[in-house]
C-alpha cells in the first residue's frame, strides 16, 4: 500500500497563503484521482479538492478560486496551493489516494489560519 506524507501546514495570517505537498512512496498515476480532505475540530472530514489521473481537477464550493491542486507524477506529489485563506480553513489536511478498490490517508497537515 502506498504511504502518503503530507507537509507544508503551519500558522498563517488571513488573507496569507500556504503550499501543501503530498509526497507518495509510489507511483500516483496508477491511481485514479488524488485528493485533500480537511477536518475541523468537531467536523467530519470534507473533501477540499481532487485531480484526476488525466489532471481534471474538482474542487469544494468554499475553496473555488482560493486553492488550486496541482501534480507532479515525475516527483510522485501532489501540491494543493491555499490562497486568501481564512478563519473558516483552519483544520487538518490530508491526502488521499484513491484506487479502483483502494483508499490510502496521509497522517495530516495541520493549517491554523489566525491573526
Known amino acids: 500500500q502506498v504511504q502518503l506524507v503530507e507537509s507544508g501546514g503551519g500558522l498563517v495570517q488571513p488573507g496569507g497563503s500556504l503550499r501543501l505537498s503530498c509526497a507518495a512512496s509510489?507511483?500516483?498515476?496508477?491511481?485514479?484521482?488524488m485528493g485533500w480532505y480537511r477536518q475541523a475540530p468537531g467536523k467530519q472530514r470534507e473533501l477540499v479538492a481532487t485531480?484526476?489521473?488525466?489532471?481534471?481537477?474538482g474542487y469544494a464550493d468554499s475553496v473555488k478560486g482560493r486553492f488550486t491542486i496541482s501534480r507532479d507524477n515525475a516527483k510522485n506529489t501532489v501540491y494543493l496551493q491555499m490562497n486568501s485563506l481564512e478563519p473558516e480553513d483552519t483544520a487538518v489536511y490530508y491526502c488521499?489516494?484513491?484506487?479502483?478498490?483502494?483508499?490510502?490517508w496521509g497522517q495530516g497537515t495541520q493549517v491554523t489560519v489566525s491573526s
Open positions: 485531480i484526476t489521473r488525466d489532471a481534471s481537477t
Open positions: 488521499n489516494a484513491a484506487g479502483i478498490t483502494t483508499s490510502s
Open positions: 509510489g507511483s500516483i498515476f496508477s491511481f485514479i484521482a
